[in-house]
């Protein structure tokens, strides 16, 4: 079965500082995969998508993510983060034979130190 | 400017109530989706609908029920048989595609609380 594990519940980073955020996931062809962005309250944004090509991608708000194969992983990155980005992030993975469904990870929650 | 709408924002409910929500997008988008967030845990799937009415119940349709019988709209009802409704609730759309699984985009949300 399909699955996605984002292995950290929260992550705290000073602003500034460069952020990786984790997600694995369980599939077995090449998936669709995804990151979106959720602020407290409001519904989710997306930040980038890979489909196929080049494994890494360039989202908005600075944002990039690399597609590993060979880790079954999609982490996202940031070089500099800023007080803005403090939200929630979510990881799914999509794929042709689950009924265009999305598999999702349980989020991460960012926090950013002054 | 196009988009998903979903009102109301903030929704109260006395148990026993069935309380409708609305989803609304201009997107042009043939699959609609309904999750429901709780504190601490990702989305999960209640109901999805890929073309005029037709939809599919999902992870925990239990409890609640749905329409489609425009394009634009996706109404979901939260009846008395639901256990525990009090949660936050997203509405999603997404284009078809032949051969691709591609973005949801979403809504801004209802919250449902259950007095």
């Known amino acids: 079965a399909q699955s996605v594990t984002q292995p950290d519940i929260h992550i705290t980073v000073s602003e500034g500082a460069s952020l990786e955020l984790r997600c694995n996931y369980s599939y077995g062809a090449t998936p669709y995969l995804f990151w979106y962005v959720q602020s407290p309250g409001q519904g989710l944004q997306l930040l980038l998508k890979y489909f196929s090509g080049d494994t890494l991608v360039q989202g908005i708000k600075g944002f990039e993510a690399e597609f590993k194969r060979s880790q079954s992983s999609f982490n996202l990155r940031k070089p500099s983060v800023h007080w803005s980005d403090a939200a929630e992030y979510f990881c799914?993975?999509?794929?042709?034979?689950?009924?265009?469904?999305?598999?999702w990870g349980a989020g991460t929650k960012l926090i950013i130190k002054p | 400017d196009g988009g998903i709408t979903q009102s109301p924002k903030y929704l109260f409910r006395k148990e026993g109530q069935n309380v409708t929500l609305s989803c609304e997008q201009n997107?042009?988008?043939?699959?609609m989706y309904w999750y429901r967030q709780d504190p601490g845990q990702g989305l999960r799937l209640i109901y999805y609908?890929?073309?005029?009415?037709?939809?599919q119940k999902g992870d925990i349709a239990e409890g609640y029920s749905v329409s489609r019988e425009k394009k634009e709209s996706f109404p979901l009802t939260v009846t008395s048989a639901q256990k525990n409704p009090t949660a936050f609730y997203l509405c999603?759309?997404?284009?078809?595609?032949?051969?691709?699984?591609?973005?949801?985009?979403f809504g801004p949300g209802t919250r449902l609380t259950v007095l």
């Open positions: 799914a993975v999509g794929a042709m034979d689950s009924n265009y469904q999305l598999i």
């Open positions: 609908s890929q073309i005029v009415n037709d939809f």
């Open positions: 997107l042009n988008h043939d699959a």
């Open positions: 999603a759309s997404r284009a078809w595609v032949a051969g691709s699984n591609n973005e949801q985009f």
